[in-house]
């Protein structure tokens, strides 16, 4: 695998979808990362893990794919957390503003465990999310 690329490996394990990603969150990787997930889901709401633990690296285009995630599983009546994010990327992501928006855990655990009662979207409104991720994209372009 190439230092920008981005692999996305999904399995589900017990009633959780989990959604490892691993690599660089980049332009053009984040590309086309909502489609990839969805195309994981099974039919009606379900609960996903995004595991973000082999995340080496983001840039705007990866915060404004994390924010596209996260409205497409809105929009599918999912329910979602964020697992594992390393230091750097935590710190990323409170720069971009979203540490406070995505739902995010230590653990793998702590994050399954909160998917089954956390509905996407009612941590935020999705129309504030979606202004968010305008903003993001401004700044990165």
Do not use: K, N
């Amino acid at each position: 695998m190439r230092a920008d690329e981005l692999a996305v490996h999904t399995e589900c394990e017990e009633t959780v979808l989990v959604v490892r990603l691993e690599g660089e969150l980049v332009w053009p990787a984040a590309r086309g990362l909502s489609t990839r997930v969805q195309a994981s889901l099974p039919a009606g709401p379900a609960a996903t893990v995004i595991d973000m633990s082999g995340v080496r690296f983001l840039d705007s285009s990866g915060v404004a794919a994390l924010l596209a995630l996260y409205q497409s599983l809105a929009e599918a009546q999912a329910v979602v957390a964020f697992a594992r994010p390393t230091p750097l990327i935590e710190r990323l992501l409170t720069i971009a503003g979203l540490h406070d928006h995505l739902p995010l855990y230590d653990t793998l655990e702590a994050a399954r465990r909160a998917a089954g009662g956390l509905l996407v979207g009612q941590s935020a409104s999705g129309r504030g999310l979606a202004d968010l991720a305008e903003q993001v994209r401004d700044r990165g372009e």
